[in-house]
């Protein structure tokens, strides 16, 4: 049998985030090797609360959980950190059994350096908010990257307008390259085989009705009623900022089940680090070769989210997870 693929999954709480961890874990061809939470969009607690209620729905407590500790230079909204509160009580999460200590939990940074020291093989890394725990661990300990395979990373703007709209900023930035713009230069220094999902291709892919009336016609599926009940949530987007939701970081999780379905191009670019434009990923010949998505097949990503949210979770394991 083929080896699945080792993912170390980094987000920071977001349901976006939670969906795509989600869809990970749907996934039969790879194997997770531990999930680090950042603070940036959501507050530690709640966030890491579900992420450990999802695994054990898959009856996969034993994946670590690293808990980050990292304020960014410029913090989220409040408004959107405090969204994830309301996760963990929806119908299908409230009832999970949850007496984790979050305090308790190994430090994101140490964790990701110890998966990767322990890894027998080449590791994929997919972050779905800022890059500062990895960009931390590789100053830290050097001898991680030949661990690394790729970086996954839903994160940029590079020809597109951006989506930080605030004070002391020219609106060019995406919001997890501007949460900490100066690890995220550095992340582009370090030359890293490096794949940005940005928003000019999310942009593809907004959370729309039609999406969630098909997915609602199959909510038998577990996953499938958890994951709509999850996105209706998005749909009241915070009033003066965006009104549109994207399928951001759960399109970026699925580049790692269906690389040949997006257009890759390969570029050259560094990271503004201050103001009018920090955070601004910038197209330059002086920059850092990575590879960005300019495109993928809409059709193909919505049907195979639609699919994989039709994966049974083990009755036993929901049973235990559940309390039923
Ligand atoms: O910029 C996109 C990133 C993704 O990782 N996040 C949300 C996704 O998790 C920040 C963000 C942009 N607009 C938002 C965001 C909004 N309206 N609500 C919450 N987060
Ligand atoms: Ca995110």
Redesign the pocket.
Known sequence: MKEKKLVFMEHDG?I??LLSQLLLLTMKEVEVIGINVTPA?CFIEPAIESTFKLLQLFGNENIPIGRSDKNGINAFPNE?RARPEVINALPSLINCTYNLDPYSLPEAVDLLIDQLTLADRPVTILL??PCSNLVEAIRKAPHIRGKIEQVVW?GGAFRTQG?VQTYQHNGTA???VYWDPQSSKELFVMELPLVCIPLDVTNNVPVNKEFLSTLAFQSDYFLSNLAGQLWALTID??PS??YV?FM??VLATSFISLPNEFALEEVKAVVSDRPPNAGQTQLIERGHPLKIAVDVNRKVFYEYVLNQLKTEISLQSTATALKV
């Open positions: 977001a976006d985030d969009d959107w779905t908010g839903m989506n995406e919001w997890n987007t915070i900022y965006h939701y951001w970081d």
